[in-house]
């Protein structure tokens, strides 16, 4: 199953995402291709990704027939004030340069010559958008129209920022990135404004963020009706209702659970009552 931004590139409807696997992150990625996953979400920052280590995990499946146009490969720029002294790229550099030396060591890591998503990993400001925002956001569009990347992306936004960054760019996100909290709607507003534009939101941090969730009799009733488990059942809720679920999965048990969540159904009054237990 594929979703689609308004550029009509299409995406995999469900990604694995190599955060916090360290020296696990190349046989864990191999792992999730070879079950089924073809969507992989990276970033260029050492503090909790292993890039380069995605990509060793890219060539072991090459080797083994699985060739690149076959995977969608998502990473990010992460500006410097989420960096540790790893730093990608020349701090003291102007942020344009900054922004492709990090995509240059971003295509040498994953051993590419393209991205599909290229993902800015949270805007400098806190309220609005400011400068550095914008002039990094002008060199994530000049990445896309040169064709080096079939999508951009901004993650870590507001509702507020979003909207802004819709109004003020050239080239909109045709992704978006966020931490999911049932207590804030499923992060609604923010969602609200990516059908609005045709964006991709892709949610992230969907069990973590929401133990309680979890453990709520109403899910397991659901979960217990369809066969699934409760966090199938919440990967399912946030594919009906439009996002495309990241997962960070260790275990093979769960990563094969998690692709089953494709082929399962949710009746429309469960996704209103999962809804309903955030409000
Ligand atoms: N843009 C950003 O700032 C940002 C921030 C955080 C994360 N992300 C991206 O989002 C990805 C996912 O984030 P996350 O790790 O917070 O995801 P998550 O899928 O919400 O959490 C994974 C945790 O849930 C457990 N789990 C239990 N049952 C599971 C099941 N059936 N399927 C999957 N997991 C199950 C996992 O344990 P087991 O390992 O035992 O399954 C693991 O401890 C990251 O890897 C990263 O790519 C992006």
Redesign the pocket.
Known sequence: MRVTAYNNVPIPAFMY????KEGATAQLVQQAVTLGFRAI???NQLIHYREALVGEALLALDQQGMRRDALFLQT?FTPVNGQDHRTPYDASAPLTIQVRQSFDSSLAHLHTEYLDSY?L??PYSRGGLGESDREVWTAMEELYQSGKTRMIGI??VTAGQLVQLCAEARVKPMVV?N?CYAMLGWDREVRDICRTHGLIYQG??????NRAVMADPDVHAIAKRAGL?P??VI?RFAMQIGMLP??????EQ?MK??LQVEQATLFPEEIESIEAIAE
């Open positions: 995402g190599t955060a916090w979400d990276t970033a990010k993902v990993h949270g993650s870590n990135q931490r992230f941090s969907l069990l973590t963020a488990s966090a199938q990967f990241l997962t960070g999965t260790t275990s769960h659970e998690d």
